[in-house]
């Protein structure tokens, strides 16, 4: 049988140090046999299970997540590479239909609460924030639509070709450079601004665990064509359940929303 002085050792596991052994040691005589009872150990005690399914658990997301910024890295120098002709015709574009930069960079709250800025080829005018100030005081269908959403279905902040790439989505096309600084990831929740952290009420740091994606779950379910609470609903769906499998799943379904342009404006 495990004697009372050594059963302690055997619950404790390694916690010991090899200088306690040492001196717990001191007081057993080198002669002296050791008879241990295995059947007599108490596993559980032994071994801390919810420890070790921890650990486990920890590994699989670091892998899970290796993986997702691998494959982001990947697709985006790609994305951007493939597109190039295309993206330097949109940007002349933009700088011949109106004036102003042709990139528009707004401040977004990303993973950790961090600020970044959400790279977009311009799709309004110039003087766009005081344009929605003046609208949204004169049309109250309009702030009420906004103050709903935080979008307008008949924007007039958009110009003719913003409107086009809206439709295409070619707008985003520049947050992949986000990608690749490590401020978004290809999926993921939606990238919000400050006035939208109340709207997320407790579930704002689910949502801050994860950086913001280009698509997601609220890209390929309706867009703009969801209440404000649907897209908090998927946000949280989509932090919760998230891995590599479903990613994938939602870049697949992501192409074919972009050609139907469902809720795109």
């Not at 977004?108 to 309004?124: S, V």
């Not at 070619?170 to 929740?189: A, H, K, Y």
Request: proline residues 6%; aromatic residues 6%.
């Amino acid at each position: 049988m495990v004697q009372p002085e050594h059963r302690s050792y055997l619950r404790e596991g390694s916690g010991r140090t090899a200088l306690q052994l040492k001196e717990r040691s001191d007081t057993v005589r080198p002669d002296t046999p050791i008879s241990i009872d295995f059947e007599a150990i108490d596993i559980d005690e032994a071994i801390d299970i919810d420890s070790l399914a921890h650990e486990r658990s920890r590994l699989a997301q670091s892998v899970d997540a290796f993986l997702k910024r691998l494959v982001d890295v990947l697709i985006a120098a790609t994305a951007l590479a493939a597109a190039a002709p295309v993206l330097l015709v949109v940007w002349v574009a933009i700088r011949l239909s109106s004036p102003g930069p042709a990139i528009y960079r707004h401040r977004r709250i990303g993973k950790g609460g961090r600020y970044f800025h959400c790279l977009k080829f311009r799709t309004m005018v110039p003087n766009a924030d005081h344009l929605l100030d003046r609208v949204l005081e004169e049309d109250p269908d309009l702030r009420e639509e906004f103050a709903q959403t935080q979008k307008l279905r008949e924007d007039p902040r958009v110009t003719r070709i913003g409107s086009v790439l809206r439709k295409t989505s070619l707008d985003e096309f520049p947050q992949f450079l986000n990608v690749l600084r490590g401020d978004m990831s290809i999926v993921g929740p939606r990238p919000i601004v400050d006035e939208e952290m109340a709207r997320y009420g407790r579930w704002l740091p689910l949502i801050l665990e994860v950086r913001p994606g280009i698509t997601g779950l609220w890209q390929i379910s309706g867009r703009n064509d969801t209440t404000y609470s649907e897209r908090i609903a998927m946000d949280r769906r989509y932090v919760l359940t998230r891995n590599i499998a479903g990613d994938f799943s939602i870049m697949l379904k992501t192409p074919a929303v972009m050609v139907k342009r469902d809720g795109a404006y």
